[in-house]
Each structure stands twice: as structure tokens, then as C-alpha cells.
């Protein structure tokens, strides 16, 4: 291998900042179990804050916010109503039904984005079916591109889920992203949600962690299934003060990062790749080739690493590590 890594497999690979390392030295700690560190408590009332909850939850990954958030909205037997290609069953591992013991029902998302009324079709009340229990939603899309959901789509299955009584829950875990994109507060996006999973660990930058947010109930209720979970973490301070920063300065970053998807995705385009480039609206791009791992091999031993996802689509994803210098060399990389 000649040449710089450019690390392109995820924005989960980014490291910490010197701002994140500082302040992690310094941060000031107790037993979160107890509740008793002051900078998770101030990173879980900022999170709050910020999207318009009562209140937040820190946990180490987004898979343990959104099973937890579906543990608490949920009864054994129910179904959970999402998007096909959803993170919360695709890329969970099945915890939906080994802890909560629910099962998913799809709707259609071109593009990963739902239409309203199959959501309310989806809905089951009959004695000889399960019923449904929750709807979650993802924004952005991650398995479709990591494509944006509109504010009036939001709306529209708020409204279903109001009418049904249903809770309605949002694994944003890059919900920033669909945030920056649209050019809205993330409280716009996060209002018509009873419950929200945000990573910090993602685009944001941080080394370890995402918040739960909602009611103070709610979150409550989350505390005990996180412990179960082995996620009650002690002096998790350290980490929270890396995800103050993460959740302060990550967001002013995304917007570059969207625009260098872009241009990536174009390069991608003119040297033949099938990429779809509607749905290149944040930090993501999907490529659709045969033999998906070959390729990724042969740009890997090149210093450009990507991720074959399934066995014809590969995955890029930018961060704010990928200067426009790295950017430039993924581009030749792909056009040789
Ligand atoms: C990354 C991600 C998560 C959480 O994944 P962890 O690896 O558990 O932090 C949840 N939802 C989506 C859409 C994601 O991309």
C-alpha cells in the first residue's frame, strides 16, 4: 500500500479530536449509576435540551438506546412497525425478539422513506394476529442511502400514531444529518417523536456513546432496562465529556461532509459505478456492483477501504476525518 488510509468503511471510525481528548482528561466523575456524575448528567440534559425532551439516558452504542427505547414501549408478543431495511432489524441481531420478545412488521420505503397510510394499514388490532405495539422510523436512512425522511412524512405518521395510540420512536442515529441536510433544528425533526435514539458516535465524532431522550417516565422506565442490559456504566463521565463535544461542535462539520458524498458520489458515477444519486442526500453513498468484495479488496490494498454490505453493494461513508486532500485521493484511487 502507497499512499494515505483513507478509512471510508463508516463514520463510526473516526478517533477523538484534542478538544475531546482535553477534555476527557478533565472531566469531573462519579458513579452514573448512583446518577451521581455530573457530566453524564450535563451531556443527558443538554442532549434534552436540544431536541425538546423531559429528559435523556447515556448508553454505550445506538443498538442498546433503541432496543431499550423498544423494551420500554413494548409487550411480549407485539410487533414493532418500521420501515423495511430498519437498523433496528437488520443490524441488531435479533434483540428485538430475544429481549423484548416482539417481531417487526415492514412497510414499504422506497428510498426509506414510508408512506403514512401503509403505516396505518399496518396496524393490527385482530384477536388472531399480534398486535402492533410501537412504530419507529429512521432518519436518516441508513440501509437506503442514508437518505432524509420529509418533515410532512414525520407529520404524517405522528398523526397515525396519535390516532392509534401507538408510541412513536426514532432511531436517529444520524439524525443530525437529516437535521443539516434539510436545513431545520434538530428539535424540528425530533418533535413529532415520543422517544428518540441519537449516536454521538457517528458523523458527531465521539469515541463511545448515544443518548435515549423522551419523558421523564419514559426514561424511568429505560434506567432498568439498560442495567439489565449491562449498560449501567460507572464513571462514564470520561466518555460523556468527549459527547459534550461531539454534540456541540459535530453538527457545524456535517454539512462538508455531505458535500464531499456528493462529489465522491459523481466520481463514483463517471467512472461507471451504478449509483443512485438522489439518494446521495448526507454523508452516504451505495454503489451497486457485482461482486461487491473483490472490488473492495482491490481499492483496500490501494488504501481506499469501503464496505461490501451484501454481495453486490458497497458502502462509502464520509466524516469529518476525510479532508478534501484524502477525498481527492479516494477519487483517484476509484477513477485508476
Ligand atoms: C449505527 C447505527 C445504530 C447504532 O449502532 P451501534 O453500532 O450499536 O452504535 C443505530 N441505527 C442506525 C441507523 C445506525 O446507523
Not at 418500521?82 to 416482539?102: K, N
Amino acid at each position: 500500500m502507497t499512499g494515505p488510509r483513507i478509512d471510508l468503511r463508516s463514520d463510526t471510525v473516526t478517533t477523538p479530536t484534542e478538544r475531546m481528548r482535553r477534555a476527557m482528561h478533565e472531566a469531573v466523575v462519579g458513579d452514573d449509576v448512583y446518577a451521581e456524575d455530573p457530566t453524564v448528567s450535563e451531556l443527558q440534559r443538554e442532549a434534552a435540551d436540544l431536541l425538546g425532551f423531559e429528559a435523556g439516558l447515556f448508553m454505550p452504542s445506538g443498538t442498546m438506546t433503541n432496543q431499550v427505547a423498544i423494551a420500554v414501549h413494548t409487550q411480549r408478543g407485539q410487533e414493532v412497525i418500521c420501515p423495511e431495511g430498519s437498523h433496528i432489524y437488520e443490524w441488531e441481531l435479533g434483540m428485538m425478539a430475544t429481549f423484548s420478545g416482539v417481531v417487526p412488521r415492514f412497510v414499504p420505503a422506497p428510498r426509506g422513506v414510508p408512506d403514512p397510510d401503509d403505516v396505518r394499514r399496518a396496524i393490527r388490532r385482530s384477536i388472531h394476529q399480534s398486535p402492533s405495539g410501537m412504530i419507529s422510523l429512521e432518519d436518516t436512512h441508513n440501509k437506503a442511502g442514508g437518505t432524509v425522511l420529509p418533515l410532512e412524512v414525520l407529520a404524517g405518521v405522528r398523526d397515525v400514531a396519535e390516532q392509534e395510540g401507538l408510541p412513536l420512536h426514532l432511531d436517529g442515529a444520524r439524525m443530525m444529518n437529516a437535521a443539516a441536510a434539510q436545513g431545520v433544528r434538530p428539535s424540528d425533526i425530533a418533535r413529532h417523536f415520543h422517544s428518540v435514539s441519537l449516536c454521538l458516535s457517528k458523523g458527531l465524532g465521539a469515541p463511545v456513546g448515544s443518548v435515549l431522550l423522551g419523558s421523564r417516565d419514559f426514561i424511568g422506565a429505560a434506567h432498568r432496562y439498560r442495567k439489565m442490559m449491562g449498560g449501567g456504566m460507572r464513571q462514564a463521565g470520561i466518555l460523556a465529556a468527549a459527547g459534550l463535544i461531539a454534540l456541540r461542535e459535530g453538527p457545524a462539520l456535517l454539512q462538508e461532509d455531505h458535500r464531499r458524498a456528493r462529489e465522491l458520489a459523481v466520481t463514483l458515477k463517471e467512472a461507471g459505478y451504478d449509483v443512485d444519486l438522489e439518494t446521495v442526500q448526507t454523508n452516504m453513498i451505495y454503489a451497486t456492483l457485482p461482486d461487491a468484495q473483490t472490488r473492495v479488496n482491490a481499492w483496500a490494498a490501494r488504501g481506499l477501504l469501503a464496505s461490501a454490505l451484501d454481495h453486490d453493494r458497497v458502502r462509502f461513508v464520509l466524516h469529518h476525518q476525510i479532508t478534501d486532500d484524502l477525498l481527492a485521493h479516494a477519487q483517484d484511487i476509484i477513477r485508476s
